[in-house]
């Protein structure tokens, strides 16, 4: 019993890593990819092909790569720039997740009918009006389900963190396996499965709340 406590003490100390990851790269990811959307729906071409150039890049390339770039790589490269272990985690992931979900408010945004704008500007709104008051919400509403796809994928994509050895909670269970623990690799699982059943919860509600809109 004494052993399972301590385990669940040190796993629980490492899933706070892996919230922190998750937390911060929500919170910076969604609006940056709202910002990058745009950027890749430029009428200034040379923007749009440089801003779609590297969405292409960030998707093409595996998140694993990324963190030992902005970790490794860049200190080699700007030899007065060198992250911390944390923020070079946040960085890559931030930087991944904008690129995705700038892909999927494009395409929400694009889904939008025309005459959704044109009904705007006969009522003499401005362009940001016609955006905030009209279509962001229905935006929203058509992209929650990728959304959430992304989401739950980012609470599995942080256990990367420990390639550039953050001490999050897979990390913490290899330490046990070094060790001749084996179980505690598994008990992650549980970790895992609660968060993802609570945010799949969470976003069943969103989606019942946004039925409203039938358009």
């Not at 905030?132 to 959430?148: C, D, E, H, N």
């Amino acid at each position: 019993m004494e052993q399972f406590l301590n385990v669940t003490q040190k796993l629980l100390q490492g899933f706070g890593e892996n919230c922190i990851i998750f937390a911060v790269t929500l919170l910076a990811a969604i609006p940056l990819g709202l910002l990058v959307s745009f950027g890749s729906r430029s009428r200034f071409a040379p923007l749009r092909l440089l801003v779609k150039t590297v969405v292409w890049i960030i998707r093409g390339t595996p998140l694993m790569l990324q963190l030992f770039v902005v970790f490794y790589v860049t200190p080699l490269l700007f030899g007065g720039i060198k992250f911390d272990r944390m923020n070079a985690a946040l960085i890559a992931f931030i930087i991944n997740y904008a690129a995705y979900f700038s892909e999927i408010f494009r395409g929400g945004i694009e889904a939008i009918p025309r005459g959704q704008y044109e009904a705007g500007q006969v009522l003499g709104m401005k362009k940001s009006q016609i955006f905030f008051k009209i279509v962001l919400m229905q935006v929203v509403k058509r992209i929650t389900a990728p959304i959430s796809n992304e989401v739950i994928t980012l609470v599995k994509d942080t256990s990367l963190a420990r390639v550039i050895a953050i001490p999050e909670i897979l990390k913490q269970a290899e330490n046990f396996s070094a060790q001749g623990l084996i179980w505690p690799l598994f008990y992650t699982g549980a970790f895992f499965l609660i968060f993802c059943g609570v945010l799949t919860l969470l976003f069943s509600y969103v989606e019942k709340k946004l039925d409203y809109y039938k358009g």
